[in-house]
């Protein structure tokens, strides 16, 4: 191996570092939460009631389509979270400043959400709507692998760092190219990964207009967990977090 490629393979290691400790670090109510979703989308299938009583929830998706997304999106990405914390760590104080983050976290949810539902119906045209495992793979694969590193978590790594810093973009792109993804995207995407691959196999699983519904909902398991632990190692403060962007909530 050349000195070129051991330089390149040490620079990989240690841009790779804050998204390991993140996976060890969260890792166990991942796999809770994942655990969870394969009971729901169990349950879905084999209780006739189950799949009866979400009939309504699939009704309104086909009549609101990307309103409804970006309502339900806003709702769990941001919506849910930040009630978790005045709830549960008694973060009552509403300042001007705490308002203006949640409404920038609620654009960036509702965005997202619209932008995902139309990742599903893009890849339900390539694939079809067929939920077998060999058609949820295709589709998992495709996102995890094309939209989520470009998109997911690349709008992520800049949307709330460009808010954070008020809208230096030059601050924040500075150096854009494959050292910036390394430094900003990877941390995000390796956990990132380590969560929505298993989530995303059983959200394409589900009926096409079930999917953005399962989205949301492992949207807001995703914020509630990184809020819960990071509130909880009084050591480690959430905004420090690879996981999330500044944190409107996430």
């Given amino acids: 191996m050349t000195s070129a490629a051991v330089s390149e393979t040490s620079h990989l290691r240690a841009a790779a570092q804050p998204g390991l400790r993140a996976i060890r670090r969260y890792w166990k109510p991942f796999i809770l939460i994942q655990l969870f979703g394969l009971a729901f989308v169990v349950l879905y299938y084999t209780l006739p009631g189950l799949a009866g009583s979400l009939e309504g929830v699939a009704k309104l998706k086909a009549t609101y389509g990307y309103l409804f997304s970006c309502i339900a999106g806003i709702i769990g990405g941001a919506i849910v979270p930040e009630v978790f914390k005045v709830v549960t760590i008694r973060e ?8 203006k983050d949640l409404f920038f976290s609620c654009f960036y949810f ?7 539902d139309g990742l599903y119906r893009l890849l339900e045209v390539i694939y079809g709507k ?9 589709k998992m694969m495709s996102d995890q692998f094309i939209f989520t590193p470009i998109l997911g978590t690349g709008i992520a790594a800049i949307y709330f760092p ?52 399962f989205s949301v909902c492992a949207t807001a398991a995703w914020g509630l967990i990184i809020t819960a632990v990071a509130s909880r190692d009084s050591h480690h403060h959430v ?10 909530h996430d």
């Fill in 92 to 99: 009552e104080k509403l300042t001007e400043q705490r308002l």
């Fill in 110 to 116: 509702g965005l997202m959400a619209m932008l995902c």
């Fill in 130 to 138: 067929d939920v077998s495992i060999g058609t949820a793979i295709l």
């Fill in 162 to 213: 460009l808010y954070r810093s008020g809208w230096d973009f030059q601050r924040v792109l500075h150096g854009f190219g494959w050292n910036w993804y390394l430094r900003n995207v990877l941390p995000i995407l390796l956990p990132a990964w380590v969560y929505w691959m298993p989530m995303c196999l059983l959200m394409y699983s589900m009926p096409s207009l079930l999917q953005v519904p």
């Fill in 239 to 248: 905004s420090e977090d690879p996981m999330l962007p500044p944190s409107p």
